[in-house]
């Protein structure tokens, strides 16, 4: 699967940004999706995960309430939308999609194709 991931830049703190992930390569329906996080110098970390319908969600708790993560099967395509963002926000953020279809979502485990990462930048 290829996963390309757009939508970073920079924002001011409590503004918004919605993120996006286009798949190709494999039936999109088919696979657990997720976002994950990574600092300068620090591990890439979990953010959200959405099961291959969408009927299942899950969220890290420093995100729970200010990001929604969603998809649209019809169009390949995987969201993070991002509300009252804050400086520690900050980070590349990265799309990913379980290798093993129709396996649900166990926060952080399964996750094995990733895409490049989009930037996202918090200023205060």
């Known amino acids: 699967v290829q996963l390309q991931a757009f939508g970073g830049g920079l924002v001011r703190v409590g503004g918004s940004l919605r993120l996006s992930c286009s798949a190709s390569?494999?039936?999109?329906?088919?696979?657990?999706m997720g976002w994950f996080r990574q600092e300068p110098g620090k591990d890439r970390v979990f953010v959200a995960a959405?099961?291959?319908?969408?009927?299942?969600?899950d969220y890290a708790d420093s995100v729970q309430g200010r990001f929604t993560i969603s998809r649209d099967n019809a169009k390949n395509t995987l969201y993070l939308q991002m509300n009252s963002l804050k400086p520690e926000d900050t980070a590349v953020y990265y799309c990913?999609?379980?290798?093993?279809?129709?396996?649900?979502?166990?926060?952080?485990?399964?996750?094995?194709?990733w895409g490049q990462g989009t930037l996202v930048t918090v200023s205060s």
């Open positions: 959405i099961n291959s319908n969408g009927g299942y969600i």
């Open positions: 990913a999609a379980h290798d093993v279809p129709l396996r649900p979502v166990v926060r952080e485990n399964g996750f094995g194709s």
């Open positions: 390569g494999r039936i999109f329906s088919l696979y657990s």
